[in-house]
């Protein structure tokens, strides 16, 4: 296949045009780099399947040559984004998404949406399931993110319907992995840094609250398969295993030996309670189920993040 992948110098971006010229299929990354960085991509230049074209999606997209399948993944994905970047955010997930899907219906290829958990907001349903509608305030400053997910996932089902365009939705929870920014604002990039440093990590509010984290080459594995797949509707990709904030800092500070403890902080606005992927779907239609375990997963990524530090 010959593959877009927007948000292609992205944490997730990149790890997907990795897996993608691993499977033996030709690459172009799109990105305007605002939260992208071309060090995530910076291996894969001189391959001759890989090209990156500098573009902001909100603009017309011009691409030369067949598609077979775009990848739309360009967004920032951090609330402290949301809030220094709540009108791009809204951009790239209406207008960017628009652009995207007119490529795909004129190219013929099939369109994948990097959804997120976040269209289930603050959920009153738990675990979340696909046919959970979401509990999410459209004017909270992570409104303009969860907002855009969800009128991306309504003009992706649009195109489908109205042009027949081959399309995908998967729902990302809490991913993590080598690659995030270091200074994200997210809870990995911030405790892995903090613990690294020997300073206390800010948990928000009491750290009663939960979150399920994905190493990343879980997501991506569930995402090719999706891909390749007939399943026209959402699919919630993640782990399962649910932990709050605080017992997540313990285990931080554990790996890293960091003897600082925690600090509070206040929680900011709207910060969901709990989240859990019901992931049965993915389980029974995709065959797919996590398989890298927290303490693994993180190690990893704890390795990542102090080589950059240092
Ligand atoms: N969080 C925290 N300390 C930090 C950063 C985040 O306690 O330094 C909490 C945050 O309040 C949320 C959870 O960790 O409850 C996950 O936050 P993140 O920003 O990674 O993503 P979210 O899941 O909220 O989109």
């Known amino acids: 296949m010959r593959v877009l992948v927007t948000g292609g110098a992205g944490f997730l971006g990149s790890h997907l045009c990795d897996r993608l010229l691993a499977e033996g299929h030709d690459v172009i990354a799109m990105d305007n780099l605002i939260t992208g960085s071309t060090d995530n991509i910076e291996h894969l230049a001189g391959n001759r399947n890989f090209k990156f074209i500098h573009h902001d999606v909100t603009e017309y997209i011009y691409v030369k040559g067949p598609l077979d399948a775009i990848l739309h993944f360009a967004s920032p994905a951090s609330p402290i984004d949301y ?152 699919v919630n990709i993640g782990n399962p295993a649910e932990m709050t904030i605080h017992d997540f800092a313990t285990v931080i500070n554990e790996l890293t030996g960091n003897a600082a403890g925690i600090r509070y902080e206040p929680l900011p606005v709207d910060d969901p309670k709990q989240r859990r992927p019901d992931i049965t779907k993915a389980r029974t239609r995709l065959g797919w189920e996590p398989k890298v375990p927290l303490r693994e997963g993180m190690e990893r990524t704890i390795a990542w993040f102090r080589d950059r530090l240092h």
């Open 83 to 234: 809030l220094e970047l709540p009108i791009q955010t809204l951009k790239v997930g209406s207008l960017g998404t628009h652009n995207a899907l007119g490529l795909a219906l004129a190219k013929g290829a099939r369109f994948l949406l990097a959804s997120t958990s976040e269209v289930y907001g603050d959920p009153l349903v738990h675990p979340q399931q696909e046919t959970y509608w979401g509990n999410v305030n459209p004017i909270g400053p992570r409104g303009v993110y969860d907002e855009a997910k969800r009128f991306a996932e309504a003009m992706t089902m649009a195109y489908q319907r109205s042009h027949g365009v081959q399309t995908r939705i998967v729902r990302i929870f809490n991913t993590y992995g080598p690659r995030m920014r270091l200074r994200d604002g997210r809870v990995v990039p911030n405790f892995v840094s903090q613990s690294l440093r020997g300073e206390p990590l800010t948990v928000y509010g009491e750290g009663q609250q939960t979150r399920s984290f994905c190493y990343c080459s879980d997501l991506i594995d569930g995402i090719y398969r999706l891909l390749l797949s007939e399943e026209l509707e959402p």
